[in-house]
């Protein structure tokens, strides 16, 4: 029996994930998404395009892979509707090859409204949602009042009214105004589209497939950091990010995961409120930013950046079990003539190295390891033989501190821009 192969951010989201897909999906019989939903941006580019996935797994790409969207994932039927018609547009027809999970749960235009109204609510207590409805919707399936996939089979338009009530009767109790019959009406006609698609008992077609021999990868949407149970609460995202969450949402036992691919940035990204102990605040961190090209996927917003911080990379990658490394954005440092590594955390005048139960900038200082940097455009290279002598120890520095080697690295944002390291075992 076949084993299913994760791949996982390692920071606080944006760190690649859908171009890594894309690249690995040619060792794969099927690419699946175990969680999150549409605030999650994967932006994959080839030939001279440039397309983002919200919730559609980003092995859609090559041809003839089954593609699952799998029960742990919320899914707004609107803005699938937008996301599957613009790859059909070019020339991606998913409705053979894309399957989506019964047991996933749908984001109602009241999710939305009610995400706005409680972030209204905060006030300076802000969090930075994406305003998408991604926490209404998994408070809905955790309440057990939630809608899913296979609720559009059976008495829908009954479920969904009490849904709605129960949600304006707290949008009320806010105090909060809104127009929904647009979007409500848009959100319908979108139910129909939904529905021309392979709805399935995800659990039982995936486990099926593992007996019949097929290869499986997992792709995970935002990052460790991110995690609703491990990472920097409160400002995280409301599903589990780490591996043990591909079990849940995908309903995968633990004995069949096989490799964990662990992806993260060769420099550090935040968006969106929250701790962020390595963040620069000065003309460096804007020089990472402008070069990476750092603002979301989805939302546009400007990232915050900084170095990279091996404390959270360490609890991460024990989170999850990694296996195998993935750094990505190496050449964004091309022209630093100095890199930094933060190695531990002075807390109270205490140095630190595992990550504390609450993280706070304001009482953290990060400890630094300075190398020399590589100075060179990467851009072009082709194989490890052209690192420079400077990259090559930056390297060997992250796979001593982290214990696990780094299999890829990325030197651009195309597909063909990725460099395999050493053979496999």
Known sequence: ????????????????????????????DVVTRFQGGPNAGHTLEFKGEKYVLRSIPSGIFQGGKVNVIGNGVVLDPLLFQQEAEALAASGHDLTKQLYISKK??????????????YEAAKGKGKIGTTG???????????????LRVGDLLNNFEEKYAAAKARHEAILQSLNYTYDITELESQWFAALEYLKKFNLIDSEHVLNHYLKEGKTILAEGAQGTMLDIDFGSYPFVTSSNTICAGCCTGLGIAPRNIGDVYGIFKAYCTRVGSGPFPTELFDETGATIRRIGHEFGAVTGRERRCGWIDLVALKYAIMLNGVTKLIMMKSDVLDGFETVKACVAYKINGEEVSEFPFEINDDAIEPVYVEMPGWNADMTQMKSEDEFPEEFNAYLAFLE??????????????????????????
Request: aromatic share 4%; no cysteine.
């Open 132 to 146: 998408k409805g991604i926490g209404p919707t998994y408070t809905d399936k955790i309440s057990r009042n939630g």
């Open 104 to 117: 996933a749960h749908l984001i109602l235009p009241t999710h939305r409204i009610l995400d706005a109204a």
């Open 400 to 425: 001593e501190e982290l214990e696990v080697p780094i299999k890829i690295v990325s030197v651009g944002p195309d597909r063909e821009q990725t460099i395999i390291r050493y053979t496999e075992e």
């Open 1 to 28: 029996m076949k084993k299913v192969d994760v791949l996982l951010g390692l920071q606080w989201g944006d760190e690649g994930k859908g171009k890594v897909v894309d690249v690995l999906t040619p060792n794969y």
